[in-house]
């Protein structure tokens, strides 16, 4: 193996942006292992598109289980000899009313947006900082920007993300680790097409457009991991991560605004259900 390519640990890989993340990383000579909580829908992604099995593992990961991590982190390095990247992708959303949530909703949101994220965090770090060196990429979303009504608890599981990654950052770097915390707006993935069922998160949709997978891809592997300075925080469309992280300064401005941008983003909606 040459000793220029790294070994990265993706989360959430069975689709959307992991799926993708993987394939890209697989396709320029680097050393991936694919995980998630569905291995069926995973190992046929992977056979289907030949990955090398001498530089892939796919394994299966509940990220909400401590000890599954450090058993996928342990092999991964066993295997490949260290740890250079983990990015943290998984995730989940349930658009609802907040008091029409049922605990295990709310549970699950907790447990895999923000546990699963701390988890896999602290396990990487704890073969990072023995090497000296490592970057965690911690995917947040424009829901851990500002607060978006109709995902309130996706949105309190997005903001911990973002809080606990820029602290943690600090941490970390002065042992050669680095902690960055990426936010895209809405893309289009299977988790989106999830909820275009729900006219609750509507606001989602008022973005523009969709981005796509390759385009956050694109973003993740040039903008965050690409650059030397190593980034603490990374939104895309950075314009509109700016505009959303001014709104946040001044909640009460949402009350206004907010329904606006609802009735727009249901418009849209509508569109693509074909209504």
């Not at 394994?59 to 066993?78: C, F, G, N, S, T």
């Not at 909640?251 to 509508?270: E, K, N, S, T, Y």
Request: proline fraction near 5%.
């Amino acid at each position: 193996m040459a000793d220029d390519q790294q070994t990265y640990v993706i989360t959430g890989a069975a689709s959307g942006i992991g799926w993708c993340l993987a394939d890209v990383l697989v396709a320029r000579g680097e050393r991936v292992v694919a995980t998630d909580i569905d291995l069926t829908a995973l190992a046929e992604h992977a056979e289907a598109n030949a990955w090398p099995a001498e530089r892939t593992l796919v394994r299966q990961l509940d990220v909400r289980d401590p000890k599954a991590w450090a058993q996928v982190l342990a092999e991964a390095v066993d295997t490949f000899g260290n740890l250079d990247v983990l990015i943290n992708n998984a995730g989940y959303v349930q658009p609802a009313m907040f008091q029409e949530l049922d605990p295990d909703q709310v549970h699950r949101h907790i447990d895999v947006n923000t546990k699963g994220v701390i988890f896999g965090t602290q396990a990487a770090a704890r073969v990072m900082v023995p090497q000296g060196r490592g970057h965690i990429i911690n995917v947040g979303s424009f829901a851990a920007l500002a607060p978006i009504p109709g995902i309130a608890v996706y949105t309190g599981s997005k903001y911990a993300v973002r809080g606990f990654s820029l602290a943690v950052a600090h941490e970390l770097r002065p042992f050669g680790v680095y902690v960055s915390v990426f936010s895209p707006e809405s893309v289009q993935t299977p988790m989106l097409d999830r909820e275009k069922q729900y006219d609750e998160g509507a606001i989602v949709f008022a973005a523009p457009r969709l981005l796509t997978v390759d385009e956050v891809a694109g973003v993740i592997l040039d903008r965050v991991l690409g650059r030397r300075r190593r980034p603490l925080e990374v939104y895309q469309p950075r314009h509109r991560g700016i505009l959303l992280r001014l709104a946040d300064l001044f909640p009460r401005f949402g009350l206004w605004v907010f329904p606006m941008i609802r009735r727009r983003g249901l418009a849209r909606l509508q569109k693509l259900r074909g209504q």
